[in-house]
Structures are given as structure tokens and as C-alpha cells.
């Protein structure tokens, strides 16, 4: 006789979880929110239960720890300490980022790692979950002391990856010049040149768009969700926050959609353009932050706009809100002054913008809300199509690779719409994004046994 498994609350599920990984608060949060959209379905869906999918997807199956020695400018020999968090390989080799930010802990990464098991797993494309980085901070760094710690990285990285393995990518603090210096010190050490690593250059195994996948991704995702009101971004006023490459293409894209961008940040502060960034003022945030790596007050010096020292954007008037620079930038009363003057649809470029009292604010409303699994997973899918082209050897123009992109877009739109749409109508993308990620892989963890 088969004993049926009752699933464990979300309490008890996360106090068990907490009590194994004391002090990872952002992975606790973004399990706790998996957990709240997964228990009525696992309820339905029994098997899932049996098979202890929940407990499993949650624990990674490898945590790679490791010390950076590095020399810097001085000739002083400085320490960093390097991860990569291999969380889930049931549907592909392990994908996901490479973070350099002074913040990056074991927490955060794990949290990073958790979401792309399911980003990944919405994109359709056969990925895995994974994620990585270091406390490394390129900021005022010279580009030789950014080489030297980008060699010292992949010397060990190296040993743990590979094109069938896991194929890390670029994330915050990790752009053209940190993937280029790493894949050079991964091919003097292999003696081979393979798809390693995603965001290379286009003349040496990249994809176009990879730059700008993340933000026209999430831009096309905001655009699905409006569509499904019968409503467009023609003529709305957006706020972004962020002015690093998410932000840069999320502006590009809303102007090529007929919106007006009034907002950009960095971690000083924040720019209110009610004129809108248009295409020439663009050009000067992208030479600003890629080349120059200044600060986005220089923006509001330039162009007579205010500047807001020490504050988000979350304040300004907007009809769309799209997040794009870090973890819990939108608290509760960021949310209720959003909608409070207007705000209609929240879509994430950022992984997890928003806390866990916002998002109750955002489902309370009933705006249109996009989760960054869903919204952002434009990144990771064109890196997954850089992958298909490197493994191919051959290079997709920029419009089939454009193409792509917002197919898949509207495929994950799509998925969330099947698994979250409730009785009254109203899509409740979070649960969608979730159980939709889920499915896939727990699906496949099951037809591989217990692994």
C-alpha cells in the first residue's frame, strides 16, 4: 500500500530550509516565494510531492568556493574570494551569470541561482541553473588589475566548466571587457576555443543582441502584458531605474516603442528628465557609463535636469515602472506610491527588484506585474542562442537573433498565462512564472530518478 505524502506548509518548509542555511536572506526570500505559488499545486499534483521535488530543487547540486590571489597596480598582492553555485542540471548544462560586486556572498548568489532554474527552464531552451561571481570590485580598477583578477578567476573556474557543463555569462559588474579577459585565459589553459562562456565579442563567438537581450527582452514582456489589456507603450511615461546596460537597451527599446524614459540611477542617486531620454541623450548615458564609468549626475549637469542624491526613482509619476539595477530597490511604500500616481504594469530587468510587501501590493492592485524570471529572461535566452550558434558554428543576423528573442518572449508570456490566470481573469504572473518554470524541470528530475 502506497502512503500518500502530505507536503509540508511554507512554514515548515522554510524553518527547515533557515535552519540549514542560516543568514542567506535573499535565498530564503526567493525560495519562500516559489514555495507560497508551488504548495496548491503540488497539492493537485501529487507525484511532485512523492518525489521530494521541492526539497530537492532547492538544495544545489554542487557549491564551488575559492580563493583569487591577484597583483595589483602596486605590486601588492590583494585576495578575493570566487563562487559558482551549480544549482540544477536536469534540462541542460548549468547557465547563468558571473556577478563582481564588493556585496556578493553566498546568499545572494544562491538566491541568483535559484531564479534562473526557472528563468532558464521558461525560456524553452534546454538550460540549466547556475550562478556565480565574486566580492571583486572593477570599479577604479585599471584595466590591467582587471585582467590580472580575471585570470586569476578563470584559473580555477576553469577547472569546473566547460560547453556541456556549465556556461557561465556576464552579470552586474561583469560586461565585454571581464568576459573577454576570462575567455582568453580559459583558452590559453584548455588550448581550445569553444562556446565557455556567453556576452563575447561578436568577431570571436558572440551573438548580436546578447548585449541588449536583457532590457528589449523585459521591454517586450511589459509590451505582452499591455497587449493583453489592449494597451501598448505608445505614448506612456516609464521610469527605469539603473543606467547600466539593462537600463541602456530597456530605454532604447521603450523609445523604439513610442514611450518616454524620464528616469535613470546609479548607487549615488537618481535623474528626472520630463523631456524623456531620447536617442542623442542615450548615446551620452552609454559613453558616460561604458567608457568613461562615471556617475549619472554628470547627466543631470549636462542636460539641467534634477538629480537626487541618495534616492530611488520610485516617486516620479509613470505609467510603467521598469526596474532595472538590484535586489529589493522597490519596498512596500515604493509600491504604493507607484500606484498611487498611475502606475499600471511593473515589469522586472533586475533579478528580484522587488520585496515581498511590494509584490502583495502589486497582486492586491491587480496591476499587470512580471516577475524577473519571466521578464528578464531575455538575457539568458539569447545566451542560450549564442550557445546553439557557437555549437554550430555559424553566426544568425541580428534580425533572425531579434526574431528569436521575441518569440521567446511571448512563449514565457504565454506559459504565465496558463498557469496563473484565476477566476475572475485577472493573471496572476507571479504563480504562472513559478509553477510554468517548475513543470519542466521537475518533470525531468523525475524521469532521471533520484540524482
Known amino acids: 500500500m502506497t502512503t500518500m505524502l502530505k507536503a509540508p506548509s511554507s ?16 535565498f530564503h526570500q526567493a525560495v519562500h516565494e516559489v514555495v507560497e505559488s508551488l504548495l496548491p499545486f503540488l497539492e493537485e499534483n501529487p507525484r511532485y510531492k512523492t518525489a521530494k521535488i521541492l526539497e530537492r530543487i532547492s538544495e544545489p547540486e554542487r557549491i564551488l568556493i575559492f580563493r583569487v590571489p ?3 597596480d602596486k605590486g601588492e598582492i590583494q585576495v578575493n574570494r570566487g563562487y559558482r553555485i551549480e544549482m540544477n542540471s536536469a534540462i541542460g548544462p548549468y547557465k547563468g551569470g558571473l556577478r563582481f560586486h564588493p556585496t556578493v556572498n553566498l546568499g545572494i548568489l544562491k538566491f541568483l541561482a535559484f531564479e534562473q532554474v526557472f528563468k532558464n527552464s521558461l525560456t524553452t531552451l534546454p538550460m540549466g541553473g547556475g550562478k556565480g561571481g565574486s566580492d571583486f570590485d572593477p570599479k577604479q580598477k585599471s584595466d590591467g588589475e582587471v585582467m590580472r583578477f580575471c585570470q586569476s578567476f578563470m584559473t580555477e573556474l576553469c577547472k569546473h566548466i566547460g560547453p556541456n557543463t556549465d556556461v557561465p555569462a556576464g552579470d552586474i559588474g561583469v560586461g565585454g571587457r571581464e568576459i573577454g579577459f576570462m575567455f582568453g585565459q580559459y583558452k590559453r589553459l584548455k588550448n581550445e576555443f569553444t562556446g565557455v562562456l556567453t556576452g563575447k565579442g561578436a568577431e570571436w ?19 505582452e502584458m499591455l497587449k493583453s489589456k489592449n494597451d501598448s507603450l505608445k505614448g506612456k511615461t516609464v521610469c527605469v531605474s ?5 537600463a541602456q537597451f530597456t530605454v532604447e527599446k521603450v523609445n523604439e516603442l513610442g514611450g518616454k524614459v524620464v528616469t535613470l540611477s546609479d ?17 551620452y548615458v552609454m559613453r558616460l557609463k561604458n567608457i568613461k564609468r562615471g556617475r549619472i549626475e554628470e547627466y543631470a549637469k549636462k542636460f539641467k535636469v534634477g538629480y537626487y542624491p541618495n534616492e530611488k526613482p520610485w516617486g516620479v509619476p509613470c505609467d510603467v515602472a521598469l526596474p532595472s539595477a538590484t535586489q529589493n530597490e522597490i519596498n512596500k511604500k515604493d509600491a504604493q506610491t507607484l500606484i498611487e500616481n498611475g502606475c499600471i504594469c511593473v515589469s522586472e530587468g533586475a533579478n528580484m527588484p ?12 491587480e496591476i499587470l506585474y512580471g516577475p524577473g524570471k519571466a521578464a528578464n529572461a531575455g538575457g539568458v535566452a539569447v545566451s542560450g542562442l549564442e550557445m546553439s550558434q557557437n555549437a554550430m558554428r555559424i553566426s544568425w543576423s541580428r534580425e533572425e537573433v531579434d526574431n528569436h528573442l521575441k518569440r521567446i518572449m511571448k512563449d514565457i508570456h504565454t506559459a504565465c498565462v496558463k498557469y496563473g490566470k484565476s477566476s475572475n ?8 512564472a513559478n509553477i510554468g518554470g517548475f513543470v519542466k524541470v521537475a518533470n525531468a528530475m523525475i524521469a532521471q530518478g533520484v540524482v
Open 425 to 432: 481573469g485577472y493573471v496572476n504572473y507571479v504563480n504562472g
Open 267 to 283: 548607487s549615488s542617486g537618481f535623474i528626472h528628465d520630463p523631456d524623456g531620454i531620447d536617442g542623442e541623450k542615450l548615446t
Open 11 to 26: 512554514k515548515e518548509f522554510m524553518d527547515n530550509l533557515k535552519s540549514r542555511t542560516p543568514g542567506e536572506i535573499e
Open 205 to 223: 563567438g558572440g551573438s548580436l543582441i546578447r548585449p541588449e537581450a536583457t532590457g528589449y527582452g523585459n521591454v517586450y514582456f511589459a509590451q
Open 354 to 365: 522587488s520585496t515581498p510587501e511590494a509584490v502583495d501590493v502589486y497582486l492586491e492592485n
Open 70 to 72: 591577484w597583483v595589483d
Open 242 to 246: 539603473g543606467s547600466g546596460n539593462v
